[in-house]
């Protein structure tokens, strides 16, 4: 593992997830709270609440607004308006429920607000509430046995329990503790912002669920606002990250280089008779291809940046150097690419791997590609950005004709 993917992992696990619940956590533990921080204490989850059905709504996710249903229900002071003997049942059965919801609306297809898959989950949700209810009535003497069973067996679980049983029930630990494991087995298989988050919202819904009154709720609005930050991180790197390639989009491009000044050179980069890929070997193929070449021109050095610029066309940019300075760190990428050999399958990969090895070598058909670039810089103050990148597709057309596979 290199530095980039140990950077990588420790940005998608602290950012934003870690950064939200280490910041609100301290602003709860800060005494004296100055007036207007006491104040925010008392209208945030409010404002967070309000804010994600918002969102929600605005943006069809209704994996957020399920979610946010269900952190809402759990509150312990909604609860409290019920009978003494049904409140006590239901907060404890909300301890064993409520990360294995999470856990199901984590994992579940985002759906239209109005489709049936969405009125399903709605009902199963509040089936469960039902069911509590009817379980209280008939089985409460039984069901109270079993919320008190102790799962943990081992000495670690045991001091595991007797930390927490203050507020929470054994068996909620244990339901807890399922949850953050999946969460993590998924953190560590697929690194994602989303992922991460996930185990910062569960960390701030169980001190919820530790503690009661403000604080209780102050840590409920917590992870509800973890996962809006994280709704809004997504939407943002849909619109300005290449879905494809994972390379920043001309979205992205057009705003890096609006908030440029002085001297930065740009490169416009081209596949070499992409079509012919395409028209030969497919589309699929041609994806592979471009998922290539975008993962060599995202290792570019000198502090160059790319991005895709449309197609087969893609945009690097030095900051602050000269063509003269950028020119060696392109050479570099134009042969690594060339050097690169993509290796197409004659059929696709079964199912199931082949508990013997075939004798015979298949004869795979592997491919190169190869790409020009045109360079340009900017200098001038009066120089435009759609200046440079055209000077730079001129000079890329101008590679073309040369015979490809160079830099002009």
């Not at 209704?62 to 269900?70: G, I, K, Q």
């Not at 879905?243 to 440029?260: D, F, I, K, M, V």
């Not at 993962?295 to 066309?313: H, I, N, S």
């Not at 990148?389 to 001129?394: E, F, H, L, S, W």
Request: hydrophobic content about 45%; proline content about 3%; overall charge positive.
């Amino acid at each position: 593992m290199d530095i980039r993917q140990v950077r990588h992992i420790m940005t998608c696990f602290l950012i934003p997830g870690g950064l939200i619940f280490l910041l609100f956590a301290t602003l709860w533990q800060w005494q004296p709270r100055p007036e207007l921080l006491q104040t925010f204490i008392h209208i945030f989850p409010y404002v967070v609440l309000a804010f994600g059905f918002f969102l929600g709504c605005r943006f069809q996710r209704s994996r957020l607004l399920l979610t946010l249903l269900v952190l809402t229900i759990s509150q312990k002071q909604l609860i409290a308006f019920l009978p003494q003997s049904l409140s006590e049942f239901y907060l404890a059965t909300i301890q064993i429920l409520l990360p294995l919801n999470l856990l199901w609306l984590a994992f579940v297809s985002e759906r239209n607000l109005l489709s049936l898959a969405t009125a399903f989950r709605v009902l199963f949700i509040g089936v469960q509430g039902a069911m509590v209810w009817i379980v209280h009535h008939f089985y409460a003497t039984r069901s109270w046995s079993i919320i008190h069973t102790n799962p943990f067996s081992l000495t670690l679980w045991n001091h595991l329990h007797t930390l927490l049983t203050t507020q929470i029930y054994p068996l909620a630990v244990a339901s807890f503790a399922l949850t953050f494991s999946i969460f993590i087995a998924v953190f560590i298989w697929r690194p994602t912002t989303g992922s991460g988050a996930q185990l910062w919202m569960l960390c701030s819904v169980l001190f919820a669920q530790l503690t009661t009154g403000d604080k209780s709720l102050f840590f409920t609005a917590t992870a509800a606002l973890i996962l809006i930050v994280v709704l809004l991180e997504i939407s943002h790197s849909m619109a300005f990250r290449d879905e494809l390639t994972g390379l920043g989009s001309r979205r992205a491009l057009n705003e890096y280089l609006q908030r440029l000044s002085g001297v930065y050179s740009l490169a416009m980069v081209d596949i070499d008779h992409f079509k012919r890929v395409n028209d030969t070997h497919g589309h699929d193929t041609g994806d592979q291809v471009l998922k290539m070449v975008s993962g060599c021109l995202a290792q570019v050095k000198g502090g160059g940046r790319a991005f895709r610029y449309g197609g087969e066309e893609f945009t690097v940019v030095f900051t602050g150097k000269k063509v003269e300075d950028s020119l060696p760190h392109l050479e570099a990428l134009r042969v690594k690419i060339a050097q690169s050999v993509f290796t197409l399958r004659n059929k696709p990969r079964p199912k199931k791997k082949p508990q013997k090895k075939s004798s015979r070598r298949t004869n795979a058909q592997t491919l190169s590609v190869t790409v020009s670039m045109g360079v340009a810089q900017h200098l001038e103050r009066k120089q435009s950005t759609e200046q440079v990148i055209k000077q730079a597709d001129t000079a890329l057309y101008r590679a073309k004709r040369k015979g490809r596979n160079q830099i002009c």
